[in-house]
């Protein structure tokens, strides 16, 4: 039985500016995308890996797995239009013992191996389990416009990150009624709830914020300078 990685580096970034990948931006020495590949090439509970990048990036993404020593990463492959696209080009790539797989987003950086380990042990216990973080700001919600329509819980909301890891068969259960439901789903545990599958969490207690904009990488930057143990390796 082997455990493995997908880690999805395929979006088009939109949100950090035109032709700009930001996988490849530099956070330190190192690319963005080098930790998430060191972090899970450090696991000991991950047998090997599915990079999936844009296609113009596959031959600088092999390249990069080379010079940082990823040899768990086995396959290299292209991306789809949409996240769940390239998740399915990721699972249709595993070897065919795969049976634990932890999806990871490759702008998170800030992943650990201990972290990625705690996922598959639980998800070998309960057929999923996703990285996630407890909010503690107030929050509102909002029907339409800029008008409160009402206060929520915040004691019962968390933030949900990566790596979400499950069983093989039920995110590929999972995928197939999105599918056939013609769905849109932004994260693999949305889709294994819309499936009927029960999704557990896995608290982080390390940050692991993801780079989404330009004002992201000065964060990063600065919780490397102030905390070098935070790196993943």
């Known amino acids: 039985m082997m455990n493995c990685g997908i880690i999805v580096a395929a979006g088009k970034s939109e949100r950090m500016g035109v032709k700009v990948d930001k996988a490849f931006l530099t956070l330190g ?9 060191e972090a899970f090439e450090a696991c000991p509970d991950i047998d090997e890996v599915v990079l999936v990048v844009r296609k113009d990036r596959t031959a600088n993404a092999r390249s990069m797995a ?14 789809g239009a949409k996240r769940q696209a390239s998740v399915m080009n990721g ?11 932890a999806v990871h ?31 503690t700001d107030t929050v509102k919600y909002v029907e339409r416009g800029l008008k409160v329509t009402r206060t929520l819980n915040r004691s019962k909301l968390w933030a949900v990150q990566t790596p979400q890891t499950f069983k093989i068969d039920v995110l590929r259960e999972a995928f197939e009624m999105v599918q056939k439901k013609n769905a849109t789903v932004t994260d ?15 608290e982080t207690v390390e940050p692991n914020l993801k780079i989404t904009t330009s004002d992201d990488l000065p964060v990063a930057a600065a919780l490397l300078k102030l905390d070098p143990m935070s790196s993943p390796v």
Do not use: N, W
Not at 106 to 122: D, N, Q, W
């Open 188 to 202: 693999e545990a949305s889709a294994v709830e819309l499936a009927g599958r029960d999704v557990r969490l896995v």
């Open 29 to 37: 020495p190192k690319p963005v995308l080098a930790y998430s590949l």
């Open 91 to 101: 699972l249709a790539a595993l070897s065919d013992d795969a049976r634990i797989v």
């Open 105 to 135: 987003d490759g702008a998170r950086p800030f992943v650990t191996p201990e972290l990625i380990s705690e996922t598959v042990k639980v998800a070998r216990r309960h057929g999923s389990a996703v990285a996630a973080s407890r909010i």
């Open 66 to 79: 080379q010079i940082f020593g990823c040899a768990k990463v086995v396959r290299v492959i292209a991306g």
